[in-house]
Structures are given as structure tokens and as C-alpha cells.
């Protein structure tokens, strides 16, 4: 795996000890502080200012439990996260992968642990937003389907149509006139008007000489 050296690092811890250790550690690895956040608030708000590149996100935080605070930054400002926990347990890594975490670490941290958890977390990230934005993607253009679909009426199968009067019977047995008929199973409106011959043959003595009626 290879690391982004110029990646800026959110620490968010409320034992100062620790994010302290955590700082010296990440500066060693070749990593940038971005900042520094001791609750869940600071934490969202460093995150929406600052614009960091991943989050190291303690769990026990005195205001918000760190993994809801994750849950949050993954709706409201997608970041990769990466948990700090000072113990591991399978129901913690389901709830914080669960929440948005790409990675985890125990406390304390060594430096090689903190590059592979940064760099794991930020492949997972990316193969999340790229499975995001496929997916409002493809919801979009099922959107713009279903909105096509329900303007669209179609006519299908054997429609018995009167070989003279040419109504139409519907699936009931009534017959209809075809305007009727195709009014009641298409999107289609009709406006009537004369064709050539039958304007010839039934109002020949109103036609112009043009073959148009006149006024």
C-alpha cells in the first residue's frame, strides 16, 4: 500500500496525553495535522472548516459517542474515518463500519498501524462514494423512467374494430367510436378536420378553388 504524504489528518481526542502521542506519531509517519478536536461538535465543525483528508475518531468522547459523530460527518460532510478505541470488540467494529469508519486502531497507536489504518480507510471511501454515486445515478434515471412511463399509455393486442361503422368493442363488450376508444386508452387528444376526399365528395359546393373550405 502506498500512502499520500501530503494527506491532512483530524485528530479527535479528548485526553490530551493522548492526542498529543497521536500528533508526534502521525508527524513521524510523514502526515500533516490538520487540526485537533477534544468533543463531537468541535469534531464536526473542524471537519466542515477545515476539510481534512481522514479523521482519527476516539470512541469515548465526553459530549457524543464517537461513532455517531462518525454517522453524522458520513451524511453531512463525507470524510474517511478512522475509529480509536482503547479496546476492540466485534459488536464495536460492526457498529463503527456500520456508522461510516473505513478503519480502526487500538490505543496507543504505533506509526506503521496508523499509515495502514489511513490508507485503508481512504480505499474504502473512495469504493464507498463511487458506490454512492452509481447508485443516485441509477435512481435518477429509474426516476426519469417511471416519470415517462406515466405519461405514456400504449394500445396492445387484437382491438375488434366494425368493418363499416368502424367503432370499436371494448374489453367490456360496449362498442365505442374510435375518437372515444383511443381517448380512454392512449395520451392521445383529437382535432378534427376534413381529409381531401371527403371535403370533395360531401362539401364540394363550399370548397375554394384551392380544394380548401372557404369562409
Request: overall charge negative.
Given at each position: 500500500?502506498q500512502?499520500?504524504?501530503?494527506?491532512?489528518?483530524?485528530?479527535?481526542?479528548?485526553?490530551v496525553?493522548?492526542?498529543?502521542m497521536?500528533?508526534?506519531?502521525?508527524?513521524?509517519a510523514?502526515?500533516t495535522?490538520?487540526?485537533?478536536?477534544?468533543?463531537g461538535?468541535?469534531?464536526?465543525?473542524?471537519v466542515?472548516?477545515?476539510?481534512?483528508?481522514?479523521?482519527?475518531?476516539?470512541?469515548?468522547?465526553?459530549?457524543?459517542?464517537?461513532?455517531?459523530?462518525t454517522r453524522?460527518?458520513?451524511?453531512?460532510?463525507?470524510?474517511?474515518?478512522?475509529?480509536?478505541?482503547?479496546?476492540?470488540?466485534?459488536?464495536?467494529?460492526?457498529?463503527?463500519?456500520?456508522?461510516?469508519?473505513?478503519a480502526?486502531?487500538?490505543?496507543?497507536?504505533?506509526?506503521?498501524?496508523?499509515?495502514?489504518?489511513i490508507?485503508?480507510?481512504?480505499?474504502?471511501?473512495?469504493?464507498?462514494?463511487?458506490?454512492?454515486?452509481?447508485?443516485?445515478?441509477?435512481?435518477?434515471?429509474?426516476?426519469?423512467?417511471?416519470e415517462?412511463?406515466?405519461?405514456?399509455?400504449?394500445?396492445?393486442?387484437?382491438?375488434?374494430?366494425?368493418?363499416?361503422?368502424?367503432?370499436?368493442?371494448?374489453?367490456?363488450?360496449?362498442?365505442?367510436s374510435?375518437?372515444r376508444?383511443?381517448?380512454n386508452?392512449?395520451?392521445?387528444?383529437?382535432?378534427?378536420g376534413?381529409?381531401?376526399?371527403?371535403?370533395?365528395?360531401?362539401?364540394a359546393?363550399?370548397?375554394?378553388?384551392?380544394g380548401?373550405?372557404?369562409?
Amino acid at each position: 500500500m502506498q500512502k499520500l504524504l501530503s494527506a491532512r489528518v483530524l485528530i479527535v481526542e479528548d485526553d490530551v496525553l493522548v492526542c498529543e502521542m497521536v500528533h508526534s506519531v502521525l508527524e513521524q509517519a510523514g502526515y500533516t495535522v490538520a487540526g485537533e478536536a477534544s468533543c463531537g461538535l468541535e469534531a464536526m465543525e473542524a471537519v466542515a472548516l477545515l476539510k481534512p483528508d481522514v479523521v482519527l475518531m476516539d470512541v469515548a468522547l465526553p459530549d457524543f459517542d464517537g461513532i455517531e459523530i462518525t454517522r453524522r460527518i458520513t451524511e453531512t460532510c463525507p470524510t474517511p474515518v478512522v475509529i480509536l478505541t482503547a479496546y476492540e470488540t466485534p459488536e464495536l467494529l460492526e457498529k463503527a463500519s456500520r456508522a461510516g469508519a473505513g478503519a480502526y486502531l487500538v490505543k496507543p497507536p504505533r506509526a506503521h498501524e496508523i499509515d495502514r489504518a489511513i490508507v485503508i480507510a481512504r480505499s474504502r471511501f473512495n469504493d464507498i462514494m463511487g458506490l454512492r454515486h452509481l447508485n443516485e445515478t441509477l435512481q435518477a434515471r429509474n426516476r426519469e423512467l417511471e416519470e415517462a412511463l406515466s405519461t405514456i399509455k400504449t394500445l396492445r393486442g387484437l382491438v375488434p374494430i366494425c368493418a363499416h361503422c368502424k367503432n370499436i368493442r371494448d374489453d367490456h363488450g360496449y362498442w365505442q367510436s374510435v375518437e372515444r376508444y383511443i381517448t380512454n386508452h392512449s395520451e392521445a387528444q383529437f382535432s378534427h378536420g376534413l381529409c381531401p376526399e371527403c371535403a370533395q365528395q360531401y362539401y364540394a359546393e363550399y370548397l375554394d378553388a384551392d380544394g380548401t373550405l372557404g369562409h
